[in-house]
């Protein structure tokens, strides 16, 4: 069950670019709201750091273990009021782009021993995502939704 969770429900298992993987499978779940994105959020990572401590060692942060991509990814689509397509990809790039490049503090996270290097860099990454994506809207209305 631990490594179902992990892989969210197999996601990370696909090639190439699991952690791709990884955010692209909650995207439909946009279509929720804010609040049912940040519930989820919120409920996935309590689920990834439950299934960290029963499949990851120590130091590790293998590509399969996706369940902290769901989580940020949707941490970023929570600060989305509506679900549009621009909107909704816009979240993604932002959000793989500061997973990837892991600018401070999202390397300060990933940094981090255990459980909590895993699960931390892709929250905040989802943070920062949410954070530009409610700057943006405040700034040119309408832009994306």
């Known amino acids: 069950m631990a490594r179902l969770v992990a892989t969210l429900g197999g996601a990370g298992l696909l090639r190439p670019a699991p952690g791709t ?21 919120l409920l996935l990572t309590l689920a990834g750091f439950w299934a960290a401590s029963r499949v990851l060692t120590e130091d590790e942060d293998p590509g399969w273990f996706v369940v902290d991509e769901g989580a940020g990814m949707l941490l970023a689509l929570a600060a989305l009021p509506v679900p549009t397509l621009a909107g909704v990809a816009l979240a993604f790039v932002l959000f793989r782009l500061l997973d990837i490049a892991k600018p401070w503090p999202v390397s300060w996270a990933d940094a981090q021993p255990g459980a909590t290097g895993v699960m931390l860099d ?19 209305p309408g832009v994306i939704g």
């Open 21 to 41: 993987w990884g955010s692209a499978v909650v995207l439909p779940l946009a279509l929720l709201g804010p609040l049912p994105c940040l519930a989820l959020s």
């Open 122 to 140: 892709d929250l905040l990454a989802g943070a920062i995502a949410a954070a530009a994506l409610v700057l943006l809207q405040a700034t040119v």
